[in-house]
């Protein structure tokens, strides 16, 4: 027959590995779990959107601010499934970003940009 002690000592390992083991898995959460979602900003000056090719995560939010002496807007270019109002000096339009997107400025067809999300 085994003694109290023993027994004891026994119960205590096992309530000690299983302990550390999730320990251990908390520790190995999932970058999704954890991500939180980052603000990008898109400053539109001289005509150009500034940077025109953004690299974000999916639920990021992109700001495109005008500092142009010109009314700007958003469009998604692919089939126009989305467009911002036009927006003037100091004011700014925002998008939560799903999935990449090419869009260009409806005003001033020249105007381009890339949003890709990252794999």
């Known amino acids: 027959m085994q ?6 000592s026994k119960y205590l390992l096992i ?3 299983l302990i550390c ?8 959460e999932s970058s999704e779990n954890t991500y939180k979602p ?3 900003t898109v400053t539109i000056f001289k005509m150009k959107f500034n940077p025109e090719n953004l690299v974000v995560n999916k639920g990021d939010t992109v700001v495109w601010i005008n500092k142009d002496f010109y009314q700007h807007d958003v469009t998604e270019m692919t089939s126009r499934k ?3 109002k036009p927006f003037n000096q100091g004011e700014s339009w925002s ?3 799903t999935g990449d997107i090419k869009y260009y400025c409806d005003l001033h067809k020249v105007m381009k940009g890339t949003i890709t999300v990252a794999k």
């Open 95 to 97: 998008k939560v970003i």
């Open 21 to 28: 083991a999730f320990v251990l898995l908390m520790g190995f």
């Open 38 to 40: 980052t603000r990008h």
């Open 3 to 8: 003694s109290h002690k023993f027994l004891v």
């Open 15 to 17: 309530v000690a590995v």
């Open 82 to 84: 989305w467009t911002s």
